[in-house]
């Protein structure tokens, strides 16, 4: 497990990283933002740990610079401030979590495997459902025969697995598996088209209810 | 010394089986072209099997390299193969196929529905073809074996690229070879059904 560790102080510093590594940890220490930002681009951390009030760059806005990369390494941050405001800047930036300081070093490396839990069940590899199974990693169907899928088929199936025990709607999916790009309640309509043929094409026992405009749900069959 | 004919007499009433199959293909097409105004299948392929590979087939399995064993035991003799641009269009051929008169379905097997492990995709169809004239058996009216491959393009492209692996023998770490076709036959069906279902899509929007 390797940590990216920004605090300025330096006996804070200090005293964190000897008894993260203690702990049994890789850590990556610095001492502003500007160089957190550059060692997330340069290398590839499990935990990302940042001290708010930092000179040259605050952890704010090192947080939102790493997120814009597309790095979605699990963060927390070190505040001072109580201030409610402040949490909701850090969090909205991109944290996961924060501490408040003071705080306990066992609290701090509590947090931190909690998040190294949350992350590893984030990283699922197969999703299930009757004889069907969703490969993200490889982007291909399974049932009884193989087909590859396009990206957006596999984030809009990986959806609707997530959510077999209720119907997602056209505004759920759109927000989503396209989030900020141009698409419309057709273009959902167009993927769950393919997607239906594509389940019916590896003969799998599960097919997509709902109708264009319809809110979506998946549902095992009988085998045709 | 030359080897006397492995097909014998029969060989002349091969190529005219062939033709007439091959002819009833053309016809369907062309009525569906004339009723839709749209190919139903994009080329067509015919082929006796050669008497050469045709030996050689018979001797791995164990066969007497005879007219009967060629044409009764063997059913690939005569090979045709219709590649289509769309799933939909190689379905609709097996059903026009099956209503050719004189034409009994012995065995088919849907590969598209069921691919082969290494990702190979066709339908697969053998007839018995009767004919007029005489078969390997001696019998009038006779029969022949009639082996028909059905596939897409993207499909006919994935079977070439297949087969020309499989006759290299020696290709370094091969096992990565068979795993990236794979993955291609697996995209390609991918491409093959979402085609189909832009094509239906597009066709209701029409209708």
Request: one cysteine or more.
């Amino acid at each position: 497990m390797k940590i990216l560790f920004a605090e300025d102080e330096t006996d804070l510093r200090e005293v964190v990283t000897a008894y993260l590594e203690y702990q049994g940890y890789h850590v990556d220490a610095v001492s502003n933002g500007r160089q957190a930002a550059e060692k997330a681009a340069a290398d590839a951390y499990d935990t990302i740990v940042l001290d708010v009030m930092m000179p040259e760059m605050d952890g704010v806005t090192a947080l939102r610079r790493i997120r814009e990369t597309g790095n979605t390494t699990p963060a927390i941050f070190l505040t001072a401030k109580a201030e409610v405001a402040d949490r909701v800047e850090g969090l909205d930036a991109g944290a996961d979590d924060y501490l408040t300081k003071p705080f306990a070093m066992e609290e701090l490396s509590a947090r931190i495997r909690a998040l190294g839990r949350r992350t590893r069940e984030y990283r699922i590899r197969i999703q299930s459902f009757g004889n069907l199974e969703l490969d993200l990693e490889a982007s291909e169907l399974r049932a009884r025969n193989a087909i590859g899928l396009a990206h957006k088929e596999v984030r809009l199936l990986s959806c609707l697995l997530s959510n077999t025990d209720r119907s997602v709607s056209s505004e759920e999916l759109l927000k989503e598996v396209w989030s900020n790009e141009p698409a419309d309640s057709d273009t959902v309509w167009m993927y769950i088209s393919f997607l239906r043929a594509k389940l019916r094409s590896v003969q799998a026992n599960v097919t997509i209810e709902g109708d264009r405009n319809q809110p979506f749900r998946l549902k095992e069959i009988g085998y045709v | 010394m030359t080897q006397p004919s492995l097909y014998g007499s029969c060989s002349g009433t091969m190529r005219r089986v062939m033709d007439r199959m091959t002819e009833q293909i053309a016809a369907f097409g062309k009525t569906y072209e004339l009723q839709y105004g749209e190919k139903l299948y994009e080329h067509l392929n015919c082929r006796i099997k050669s008497e050469e590979s045709m030996r050689e087939k018979l001797r791995r399995l164990g066969l007497e390299e005879t007219p009967f064993s060629a044409l009764r035991s063997v059913t690939d003799s005569i090979g045709i193969r219709v590649v289509c641009l769309f799933i939909d269009d190689v379905y609709e051929c097996v059903r026009q196929i099956k209503g050719i008169p004189g034409c009994t379905v012995i065995l088919e097997k849907d590969y598209i529905q069921n691919a082969k492990p290494n990702g190979y995709r066709s339908y697969h169809m053998i007839l018995s073809v009767e004919t007029p004239e005489p078969d390997a058996e001696g019998k009038t009216p006779g029969h022949y074996y009639v082996e028909i491959q059905l596939r897409t393009i993207a499909m006919d492209t994935w079977a070439a690229l297949e087969h020309e692996m499989k006759y290299k023998k020696s290709i370094a770490n091969q096992e990565l070879f068979i795993q990236e076709l794979r993955r291609c036959a697996n995209e390609l069906a991918s491409c093959d059904v979402s085609m189909q279902t832009l094509k239906r899509m597009i066709r209701e929007g029409n209708e």
